[in-house]
C-alpha cells in the first residue's frame, strides 16, 4: 500500500472565488478521504437580529450571500410576513418572483464562468462573464443596485416596474436567450469538457437522498426535488416543472443548470405576461409574535429561514440552513476515490457558496 | 498615464465577504470592464502580486490567513480594502465575530466604497493602487542607492 500524504487545498486557492479548507488523504494520485474545516468567512449576524429591528433587518438579511442575495430578503419577509399574517400583494408577489428569476439566471451563468475557469477553459469563463452583465443591467435599471438589490421589504416591494421596463426587459431576453445557446452549445457539445466532466464525481439517486442533497446537485441525480411547487410568491400560477438528469455526474449538473437557465428565462416570460395592475406594498402594523420556517428555491437548492419573535420589534432568532451546507457531505462523497485532477471540479460542480453557508 | 510603467497582477482574498464584491472584483477584470486591458490579471499566488485586493471586514480565524498573504508577497507591495466591510464592517460591525476593517491588521493604502463596489469604483482604486506601487518603487530604490 501507498504511503498516506496529506494536500492542502485552500482556504485561498485560484479556482475557489470564497476560503474553504480542505485536508485531501492521498494515496498516490487518489483522494482517500476529504476533511473539510469551515469558518473563515463566519461573521455571526444571526444573532444580529437581536440589536435590529425586524423591518431593518431585511438589509442584513440581503448580505448574506451577494449572489442570492435577493432571494435570501425574500425568504427572511415570507417568514416575517407568514407570522404577522400580512397578505402581500398579487402585484409584489409577481416582481419578487420576476426577480427571484433574474437572479436565478445571473448566479448560475456566474457559475458556468468559474466551472469553466477550473477546468482550464479561460475564454469560456470571459464569455459567461460578458453575458451576465446582461441581466445586472436589468437589475440596475429596476433596483439601483447590481448585486445586493435591496429591493425587497416586509409587506410588499420597495419599487415597482412600470409596464414599459417590464416590455423592454422582455424584449432583452431572447438575445441573451441566443447568447446562452452559443454558449451552452459549447458546454454540452464540446469533445475536452466532456472529457473532464463525463462520470466524474458520481452520486447516485440513493445517496442524493441519504445523504440529504438539495438543489440541482439533488437533480442531476434524479431526484425531482424543487421548492418552487411549494407555490410560494407566485410560483403557483406559474408551469415550473422540475429539470431532472438522471447521470449524477459532474457533466448532468451542469446540464441541469443550463436547462434551468432557459426554464428560469420562460418563467420571467410567463410571469410578465401576468403580471396584475395594483400596489406593490402595504404599511406594516404591529410587530411578529411566533415562529415559522419559510423554504424558497435558491439557485443552489432549498433554503430554510426560521423567525421567532415575541411581539417586539426584536426578533428573538433567525436561522438559515443553506444548500451549500446540506450539499457538503454528497461532496465529501464524491471526493473520496476521485482523482486529484478533479478535486477542483467536483468541489466547483456543488456551487459551493460560502458566505451563505458561515454567514 | 506616465507613471504607468508596468503591469501589477492582482491577487483577491475574501476575509468575510458576502460575495458582492468579490463578483464585482471578477466582473472588474473580465470582458465588460475590463482591467486586463492594463496588462492587470488576477492571480492566485501571492509570490507573484503586487496589489492585494482584500473583500469583507477581518474575523478570527481569516486574520492569520490574510497576515500570510502579505508577508508571503514581495515588496514592494500595495493593498487596496475594497468595499465597505473592508474598511468598516458596514452593516456586520457589530456581529460578535467581526474584528472591523482590514486597517486593523494591514496598512492598507486604497480604500474603494460601495456595498457592493461598483467595478467603475474598483478600476478607480486599482489604478491609485497603480500610482501608489510607483511610489513605493521610487523610495525603495532610493534607500537602496
Known amino acids: 500500500m501507498a504511503r498516506k500524504t496529506i494536500i492542502p487545498f485552500g482556504p485561498q486557492h485560484p479556482v475557489l472565488p470564497e476560503p474553504i479548507?480542505?485536508?485531501?488523504?492521498?494515496?498516490?494520485?487518489?483522494?482517500?478521504?476529504?476533511?473539510?474545516?469551515?469558518?473563515?468567512?463566519?461573521?455571526?449576524?444571526?444573532?444580529?437580529?437581536?440589536?435590529?429591528?425586524?423591518?431593518?433587518?431585511?438589509?442584513?438579511?440581503?448580505?448574506?450571500?451577494?449572489?442570492?442575495?435577493?432571494?435570501?430578503?425574500?425568504?427572511?419577509?415570507?417568514?416575517?410576513?407568514?407570522?404577522?399574517?400580512?397578505?402581500?400583494?398579487?402585484?409584489?408577489?409577481?416582481?419578487?418572483?420576476?426577480?427571484?428569476?433574474?437572479?436565478?439566471?445571473?448566479?448560475?451563468?456566474?457559475?458556468?464562468?468559474?466551472?469553466?475557469?477550473?477546468?482550464?477553459?479561460?475564454?469560456?469563463?470571459?464569455?459567461?462573464?460578458?453575458?451576465?452583465?446582461?441581466?445586472?443591467?436589468?437589475?440596475?435599471?429596476?433596483?439601483?443596485?447590481?448585486?445586493?438589490?435591496?429591493?425587497?421589504?416586509?409587506?410588499?416591494?420597495?419599487?415597482?416596474?412600470?409596464?414599459?421596463?417590464?416590455?423592454?426587459?422582455?424584449?432583452?431576453?431572447?438575445?441573451?436567450?441566443?447568447?446562452?445557446?452559443?454558449?451552452?452549445?459549447?458546454f454540452i457539445n464540446d469533445y475536452s469538457i466532456q472529457h473532464r466532466l463525463i462520470g466524474v464525481g458520481y452520486i447516485s439517486k440513493e445517496d442524493a437522498y441519504t445523504l440529504g442533497c438539495v438543489g440541482p446537485m439533488a437533480r442531476a441525480s434524479g431526484l425531482a426535488m424543487d421548492m418552487r411547487f411549494l407555490g410560494y410568491a407566485a410560483y403557483k400560477y406559474l408551469d415550473v416543472e422540475p429539470i431532472v438528469e438522471s447521470t449524477g455526474d459532474c457533466y448532468a449538473r451542469c446540464l441541469v443548470r443550463i436547462r434551468e437557465i432557459f426554464h428560469s428565462i420562460d418563467l420571467i416570460h410567463q410571469a410578465a405576461e401576468k403580471i396584475p395592475e395594483g400596489p406593490f406594498d402595504l404599511k406594516?402594523?404591529?410587530?411578529?409574535?411566533?415562529?415559522?420556517?419559510?423554504?424558497?428555491?435558491?439557485p443552489r437548492g432549498?433554503?430554510?429561514?426560521?423567525?421567532?419573535?415575541?411581539?417586539?420589534?426584536?426578533?428573538?432568532?433567525?436561522?438559515?440552513?443553506?444548500?451549500?451546507?446540506?450539499?457538503?457531505?454528497?461532496?465529501?462523497?464524491?471526493?473520496?476515490?476521485?482523482?486529484?485532477?478533479?478535486v477542483p471540479n467536483i468541489i466547483l460542480t456543488l456551487d459551493p457558496c460560502i458566505s451563505c453557508t458561515e454567514r | 498615464m506616465a507613471w504607468f510603467k508596468r503591469s501589477p497582477w492582482i491577487l483577491h482574498y475574501n476575509a468575510t465577504s458576502c460575495n458582492g464584491c468579490d463578483t464585482e472584483v471578477i466582473v472588474s477584470l473580465t470582458p465588460l470592464y475590463d482591467l486586463e486591458r492594463f496588462g492587470i490579471i488576477n492571480t492566485g499566488n501571492?509570490?507573484?502580486?503586487?496589489?492585494?485586493?482584500?473583500?469583507?471586514?477581518?474575523?478570527?480565524?481569516?486574520?492569520?490567513?490574510?497576515?500570510?498573504?502579505?508577508?508571503?508577497?514581495?515588496?514592494?507591495?500595495v493593498i487596496v480594502a475594497v468595499g465597505l466591510c473592508a474598511i468598516s464592517g458596514c452593516v456586520f460591525q457589530d456581529c460578535y465575530n467581526v474584528m472591523g476593517g482590514v486597517d486593523k491588521v494591514l496598512p492598507v493604502d486604497v480604500y474603494v466604497p460601495g456595498c457592493a463596489a461598483r467595478p467603475e469604483a474598483i478600476i478607480d482604486g486599482v489604478i491609485m493602487a497603480c500610482e501608489i506601487l510607483e511610489k513605493k518603487y521610487r523610495e525603495q530604490k532610493k534607500r537602496r542607492g
Open chain 1, 284 to 298: 406594516v402594523k404591529g410587530a411578529p409574535n411566533g415562529e415559522f420556517f419559510s423554504r424558497i428555491e435558491q
Open chain 1, 21 to 186: 479548507h480542505f485536508d485531501l488523504v492521498m494515496e498516490d494520485e487518489t483522494v482517500v478521504d476529504a476533511v473539510p474545516s469551515i469558518s473563515y468567512v463566519h461573521r455571526g449576524l444571526e444573532r444580529l437580529i437581536e440589536k435590529r429591528d425586524f423591518v431593518d433587518f431585511v438589509h442584513v438579511a440581503d448580505r448574506i450571500c451577494g449572489l442570492c442575495s435577493f432571494m435570501h430578503s425574500m425568504g427572511y419577509c415570507q417568514a416575517v410576513e407568514e407570522i404577522m399574517g400580512i397578505e402581500v400583494p398579487e402585484r409584489a408577489l409577481y416582481l419578487r418572483t420576476i426577480w427571484a428569476e433574474l437572479s436565478r439566471v445571473h448566479s448560475h451563468i456566474f457559475w458556468l464562468g468559474v466551472a469553466a475557469d477550473a477546468f482550464g477553459f479561460e475564454s469560456l469563463f470571459m464569455q459567461s462573464m460578458r453575458l451576465r452583465e446582461a441581466v445586472l443591467d436589468v437589475f440596475e435599471a429596476t433596483t439601483g443596485a447590481r448585486v445586493i438589490l435591496g429591493v425587497c421589504k416586509v409587506g410588499g416591494v420597495r419599487r415597482d416596474i412600470d409596464t414599459d421596463t417590464l416590455h423592454g426587459i422582455v424584449d432583452r431576453l431572447p438575445t441573451l436567450k441566443a447568447n446562452l445557446e452559443e454558449i451552452s452549445a459549447v
Open chain 1, 302 to 342: 432549498e433554503v430554510i429561514h426560521y423567525v421567532k419573535g415575541n411581539g417586539s420589534r426584536f426578533l428573538q432568532r433567525f436561522r438559515v440552513r443553506v444548500p451549500t451546507f446540506s450539499n457538503i457531505p454528497a461532496m465529501i462523497k464524491a471526493l473520496k476515490g476521485s482523482g486529484i485532477a478533479d
Open chain 2, 46 to 77: 501571492p509570490k507573484h502580486a503586487d496589489i492585494l485586493a482584500v473583500t469583507g471586514s477581518v474575523n478570527e480565524k481569516s486574520v492569520q490567513v490574510l497576515k500570510n498573504l502579505y508577508d508571503q508577497m514581495p515588496n514592494p507591495k
